[in-house]
């Protein structure tokens, strides 16, 4: 099975701020990576496919990047309707897999 | 808008099977991958497997001796189940969508989840 590693496993940010969120692949996926956020007793929502195209009706304010294994999710002026949990996949193999989770929360 | 909804006992006793059915509306059921995930504290989210052109599965290995995913295409639904549970298996299932594209695979289309507990 591919291994997803995310970090930090949470990170505390005010209104505004520019969050960075990484995930490295224990072994080269190409892009096959996504980004989806979750809310308390929601589904996961998708955000980021192909590891930086932005998914319909998601602010622009989320950005995608990738280098080697190791990917990047930037929420570039944090709102307050984006305080979740934000979760890497790879959709190179299966088991297809996901990251532990990245929490948001507000300072 | 493709709605997907699980359904199912929210209480399983250990030992026992564990049956969830997926509801897909404002869609066909052809032509994508119906996958089952589960999300509990202990492991996050999990891929449990996927059915696809209307019988070809694909299942995580940790769990294909005891996973059956199926599709009824008469009624747009595909169902899970889960055999000799354990409190392990206590967990959210959401049934998902996921679509293959030229760039990979996305899970674009979620049901809200279900809570299943299993407990005597």
């Known amino acids: 099975d591919i291994q997803m590693t995310q970090s930090p496993s949470s990170l505390s940010a005010s209104v505004g701020d520019r969050v960075t969120i990484t995930c490295r692949a224990s072994?080269?996926?190409?892009?096959?990576l996504n980004w989806y956020q979750q809310k308390p007793g929601k589904a996961p929502k998708l955000l980021i496919y192909a590891a930086s195209s932005l998914q319909g009706g998601v602010p622009s304010r989320f950005s995608g990047s990738a280098s080697g294994t190791d990917f990047t999710l930037t929420i570039s002026s944090l709102q307050p309707e984006d305080f979740a949990t934000y979760y890497c996949?790879?959709?190179?193999?299966?088991?297809?897999?996901f990251g532990q989770g990245t929490k948001v929360e507000i300072k | 808008q493709v709605q997907l909804q699980e359904s199912g006992p929210g209480l399983v006793k250990p030992s026992e099977t564990l049956s969830l059915t997926c509801t897909v509306s404002g869609g066909s059921i052809t032509n994508y991958f119906w996958t089952w995930i589960r999300q509990s504290p202990g492991k996050g989210l999990e891929w449990i497997g996927y059915?696809?052109?209307?019988?070809?599965?694909n299942y995580n290995p940790s769990l294909k001796s005891r996973v059956t995913i199926l599709v009824d295409k008469s009624k747009n639904q595909f169902s899970l189940e889960m055999s000799s549970v354990t409190a392990a298996d206590t967990a959210v299932y959401y049934c998902?969508?996921?679509?293959?594209?030229?760039?990979?695979?996305?899970?674009?289309?979620w049901g809200q989840g279900t809570l299943v507990t299993v407990s005597s």
């Open positions: 072994q080269s996926i190409s892009s096959y």
């Open positions: 059915i696809y052109n209307i019988g070809s599965t």
């Open positions: 998902a969508r996921e679509a293959k594209y030229d760039y990979g695979f996305e899970f674009d289309y």
């Open positions: 996949q790879q959709s190179y193999s299966t088991p297809r897999t």
